[in-house]
Nanobody, 121 residues
């Protein structure tokens, strides 16, 4: 089975830090640029960090300067270092990967189950 699994979420006080990890496993033929989304209750899912095709990271304005995305392509993994966390960062964080399962398959979106992050005042 193909799956993305996030880890590292938890509860932290404002100003603290958390590190998230996501590992893709299974019979992917090819995986594209992995990234991170988050979704707060009652809100739309928000793209917060991802890689451009040239390999450079891009961030949503709400997290720029505080979050850092990194990856290890050999391990099909992506990471998110979150510093100076704010209560507004409270959300479920999702790993995302575009991929295809064979050379003749179309690309599709793969999602992790999400890892919750709660930032208290």
């Amino acid at each position: 089975q193909v799956q993305l699994v996030e880890s590292g979420g938890g509860v932290v006080q404002a100003g603290g830090s958390l590190s998230l990890s996501c590992v893709a496993s299974g019979s992917f033929f090819e995986i594209g640029n992995m990234g991170w989304f988050r979704q707060a209750p009652g809100k739309e899912r928000e793209l917060i960090a991802y890689f451009l095709n040239d390999g450079s990271p891009t961030y949503a304005e709400s997290v720029k300067g505080r979050f850092t995305i990194s990856r290890d392509k050999t391990k099909n993994s992506v990471y998110l270092q979150m510093d100076t966390l704010k209560p507004d960062d409270t959300a479920v964080y999702f790993c995302h990967a575009p991929g295809r399962l064979s050379s003749c398959s179309s690309w599709r979106d793969f999602w992790g189950q999400g890892t919750p992050v709660t930032v208290s005042s």
